[in-house]
């Protein structure tokens, strides 16, 4: 029901966007999130935001580098990544909270995840 794309390989400083894409389901009053985790690594928070207004969060390692956002007509999310660095390594997964907020940061949050996909930033 949430199938994350858009990984891949990319050099320090460059961009790259990760999808969401949403099906089966209406996700219309759900805050959906990003969130990435690498290996013996819990995973953590990357940004949130709602379907209803936009109302953003991000994690502070990643403010003003990563943007998500959403296109409600193709009941998709994105993540825009910018001014990678290495230690955006992870796999990113994209998840869904039926009763999220601002504050959802937990993975115990989200009710919905997707499959992840991975980013890898080289030095």
């Known amino acids: 029901q949430l199938q994350a794309s858009g990984g891949g390989l990319v050099q320090t400083g460059g961009s790259l966007r990760l999808s969401c894409a949403a099906s089966?389901?209406?996700?219309?009053?759900?805050?959906m999130g990003w969130f990435r985790q690498t290996p013996g690594k819990d995973r953590e928070f990357v940004a949130s935001?709602?379907?209803?207004?936009?109302?953003?969060e991000y994690a502070d390692s990643v403010k003003g580098r990563l943007t998500i956002s959403r296109d409600n007509a193709k009941n998709t999310v994105y993540l825009q990544m910018n001014s990678v660095k290495p230690e955006d390594t992870a796999i990113y997964y994209c998840?869904?909270?039926?009763?999220?907020?601002?504050?959802?940061?937990?993975?115990?949050?989200?009710?919905?995840w997707g499959q992840g996909t991975q980013v890898t930033v080289s030095s």
């Open positions: 998840a869904a909270a039926q009763y999220g907020s601002r504050w959802s940061h937990l993975p115990s949050d989200y009710d919905y």
């Open positions: 089966g389901r209406t996700f219309s009053s759900y805050r």
């Open positions: 935001i709602s379907w209803i207004g936009g109302t953003t």
